[in-house]
């Protein structure tokens, strides 16, 4: 990587860690007030019905945020025209979403309170639709524009949801919240692209070509959603009651509080390796191989603080009524490595043309996850939930690869990268 490069790439990490960790601070201190506020039972309520909702995240997202970093790349030409196109197309499947979600919601939960805040919750499904605009600008290494938009949306927001609290608002306020971030950081990505003097442009080839790269993408990303993030809510929810799914929740709260520094440190990384495929297969491997290491040995460290500061963390934070978090908390926290080395692989899949195998992996995952949580959850409640969620990262984001031929070069670039093979020359 050239002087130049380098500090390019330091340059755009520094201002997505920098407005991640603004956003990190504003959103941890009020999803902590939040929490306290509302307590165990009306917070499961929110999250449990949440759950719903983000089933349709990557029914959203249309695959396009794996895919539109890599065509905006290398089809520098027409940038209008692929991030124009891959919104139109995220917008009318947001609206359907958006439906689709509250739908489902009323057929297993016949409760009005409910089905308002699915409605509420599921706006925020629509004003995803501009994320490409931030994709756009980190495709061009000037992440300095988005982390100042993400500072000030949630700044706005960190107010509304403490006027909530102030004002003693019920459930339906918090769950209007979950979308104000995402209305926020719309409409302000989009005066900030607009203000650059870019333009939206739709184009039917373009479009066309998005949705025949994206497909696999979008189907994996149910998968991912399923396994990842909604499998062990849903049925702590069904299974014991909307109260565990409190505790489990404030618990995954604390796990995903800090994988924004890994977010980071791939964003930024993602398009000079992707880059790199074209001009040196070597120096690709050998950057990739550094970017799964530092993914995996920063999750472990924090992982290890977390087992032993669990019970302090969830008594400061949350308060003596959110103690059984604490036992799930130490578990959890140790699947972050993998399941981010599985958003570091994105890279790999790409490059090597084998974006098929994303519905593979994750359809494994989806498998192992719902088996695994059923069984545990059944057993162990909460903890199960928390084991579950483990090893169903462990398993599909490393263990799998090594039993699918094609997949085994990027898991033996894995476990070179664990054992920190060629990583540190």
């Given at each position: 990587m050239s002087e130049r490069l380098s500090k390019k790439?330091?340059?755009n990490a520094s201002w997505i860690m920098i407005g991640?960790?603004?956003?990190?601070?504003?959103?941890f201190i009020t999803t902590m007030l939040v929490t306290r506020y509302l307590g165990p039972t009306e917070f499961g309520k929110l999250t449990y019905i949440y759950s719903y909702v983000q089933l349709f995240i990557p029914v959203c997202a249309m695959g396009m945020n794996d895919i539109i970093v890599k065509e905006l790349i290398e089809n520098k030409e027409n940038n209008d025209e692929i991030l124009g196109s891959a919104t139109l197309i995220r917008i009318i499947s947001s609206l359907i979403s958006m439906f689709l979600s509250v739908f489902i919601v009323s057929i297993f939960n016949n409760n009005p309170l409910y089905k308002t805040i699915a409605l509420l919750q599921s706006?925020?499904?629509?004003?995803q639709s501009f994320e490409g605009i931030m994709y756009y600008y980190q495709s061009k290494l000037l992440s300095k524009k988005t982390g100042i938009v993400y500072a000030l949306a949630y700044i706005l927001t960190a107010l509304f949801r403490l006027c909530c609290i102030y004002t003693n608002k019920d459930i339906k306020w918090f769950a209007f919240a979950m979308s104000l971030d995402y209305i926020m950081i719309a409409v302000l990505l989009i005066s900030t692209y607009l203000f650059d003097n870019y333009k939206f442009k739709f184009s039917f080839n373009c479009a066309k070509k998005l949705l025949s790269k994206s497909f696999y993408y979008a189907f994996a990303g149910i998968l991912v959603v399923i396994y990842g993030k909604v499998t062990d809510t849903l049925l702590l929810g069904r299974m014991i009651n909307e109260t565990s799914v409190g505790y489990y929740s404030a618990a995954i709260t604390l796990c995903n509080a800090w994988p924004f520094i890994l977010t980071a440190i791939i964003d930024s990384a993602s398009p000079i390796i992707i880059d790199m495929y074209k001009t040196d297969k070597t120096m690709f491997e050998k950057r990739l191989k550094q970017l799964y290491a530092a993914v995996f040995y920063i999750g472990v460290v924090v992982a290890f603080l977390i087992t032993v500061l669990s019970d302090l963390i969830i008594s400061i934070l949350y308060g003596k009524e959110y103690m059984p978090a604490s036992m799930?908390?130490?578990?959890?926290?140790?699947s972050s490595g993998f399941a981010y080395i599985g958003v570091s692989r994105t890279i790999w899949i790409q490059c090597e043309n084998k974006i098929h195998y994303e519905t593979i992996i994750s359809l494994f995952g989806a498998i192992i996850s719902i088996v695994l949580n059923y069984i545990l959850i059944k057993?162990?409640?909460?903890n199960g939930a928390a084991i579950a969620l483990?090893?169903?990262?462990?398993?599909?984001?490393?263990?799998?690869?090594?039993?699918?031929?094609?997949l085994r070069a990027n898991a033996k670039l894995i476990l070179d990268a664990i054992m920190l093979k060629d990583v540190l020359k």
């Open positions: 790439f330091f340059s991640r960790i603004f956003q990190l601070g504003l959103t706006f925020s499904l629509l004003f799930p908390l130490k578990i959890a926290c140790w057993n162990l409640g909460i483990v090893l169903t990262q462990l398993l599909t984001n490393f263990v799998f690869l090594f039993f699918v031929k094609d």
